[in-house]
């Protein structure tokens, strides 16, 4: 970060103070650099993706450091805000405030944990189980102690409304804003109502998490806004298209031996360029001094 700068999480606190910041999921780099040209106010590092797009499900087998490696690529190619999922902190509440420090060093503003068993599953599947509410507030309570900084944004994620119902995610979330959360991440609500209610019942900053062919209704982040939610997630969206895009493009040189048909569904080179920031024969300069 640049001396005289605003840090990521500073920033990100004062956007979240003005409204309903949209946050899509940037699965590298360079999908993060896009998502900056389109003029959105902060990026998502979903676990999901960042297992996926490594060959594996998302159940927990990513190590700290390979995590943090796709954080700080996706900070310093964007240059926005980064939240990232943390899953279930790593491991117990040693591991979790290991994490706390790890992301913040590695150029995010926000990291989100959840108060499921691992290995932990999707939170829109079924079979998942819950740690003791208490278990979860201990480790919230650790990690809000020992951040690097305390406008680092500690999102605690419960996935209790699947489990013990939506007065059971309640309770969760306002013992875990006393134990030290910045905001709560209600996982797996079934629509808007749900949503509301919530937002009644847990007063302060939410986060809401609309992924496609889950257990939530499309809700858009003007309704989410008008709720009282202060970020709503995107986390999959991007690289579901650009996965379908992959497998077309791939069914379609397997028949055909060529991709000439396929050349107005490509992004051009000139296109890749000026989002690289990049001209041949001139200096490239990194995006973070």
Known sequence: MAQGTASPSSTLRARLERGCVVVPGAFNALVARAVAQAGFEACYVSGAATANCSGYPDIGLLTLSEVCRTIREIADASNLPVIADADTGFG?????????IEYER??????????QVFPKRCGHLDGKELIPAQAMADKIAAMSSRRLSPDFILIARTDARAIEGIDAAVRRANLYREAGADMI????LANA??????????????????????????????QFAAMGYAAVIFP???????????????????????MEAMLPRMQQRTSLYELLGYQPGSQWNFPRG
């Open 185 to 188: 991440f209600p996982e797996g």
């Open 92 to 100: 117990e509440v040693e591991c979790a405030v290991r994490a706390t």
């Open 236 to 258: 999959l969206s991007v690289m579901r298209m650009a996965m379908q895009a992959v497998e077309d493009g791939l069914r379609h040189l397997k028949a055909n031996g060529s």
């Open 193 to 222: 109502a749900e949503f509301a209610h919530f937002a009644k019942e847990s007063p302060g900053w939410s986060l809401a998490n609309m992924t496609e062919f889950g257990k939530t209704d499309h809700i858009t982040a003007a």
């Open 106 to 115: 590695a150029g995010a503003a926000a990291l989100h944990i959840e108060d």
